[in-house]
């Protein structure tokens, strides 16, 4: 995996959950039926809650290229934040994997699974690889 590509996927990652984040903070309703989701609490400020946590997620992303410009300092900047980010991920993925099983939640809620699901194994990967390059 070279630098570069990590900066791209962190970069794109970052935003999503950013972007996810503040719409579910200041627009939770309609951001959850964009995702076709439309059972949900009846206070808002649980769902703002949750957009508080997804956009800390995402900014946690851009933190490798504030805190350096150094190309090894960065990289493994990018491998510390794509493990604590791929165990957040892996966790609910996990979490809401289960609440769907259990009839918790309505389908929609899929999205987040796969998608978190995905990129956090996808992240394990990438750095188990990066690390065996690397040693």
């Not at 076709?36 to 703002?48: A, C, H, N, T, W």
């Not at 993925?93 to 699901?117: E, H, K, M, P």
């Not at 990438?126 to 040693?135: E, F």
């Amino acid at each position: 995996m070279q630098v570069n590509f990590a900066s791209y996927y962190s970069i794109a990652a970052g935003l999503c959950d950013a972007a996810t984040g503040i719409l579910l903070l200041f627009a939770p309703s309609f951001t959850l039926s964009l995702m076709g989701i439309d059972r949900f609490p009846s206070e808002p400020v649980y769902l703002q809650y949750i957009g508080a946590f997804v956009l800390s997620v995402g900014v946690s992303y851009f933190l490798p290229f504030l805190l350096t410009q150094d190309a090894k300092e960065r990289r493994l900047a990018i491998e510390i934040v794509w493990s604590a980010t791929a165990i957040v991920r892996l966790v609910v993925a996990s979490f809401v994997t289960l609440q769907l099983l259990r009839g918790n939640l309505v389908g929609g809620w899929s999205l987040v699974a796969c998608t978190d699901g995905l990129l956090g194994v996808l992240q394990v990967v990438l750095v188990n690889h990066w690390r065996k390059k690397n040693a």
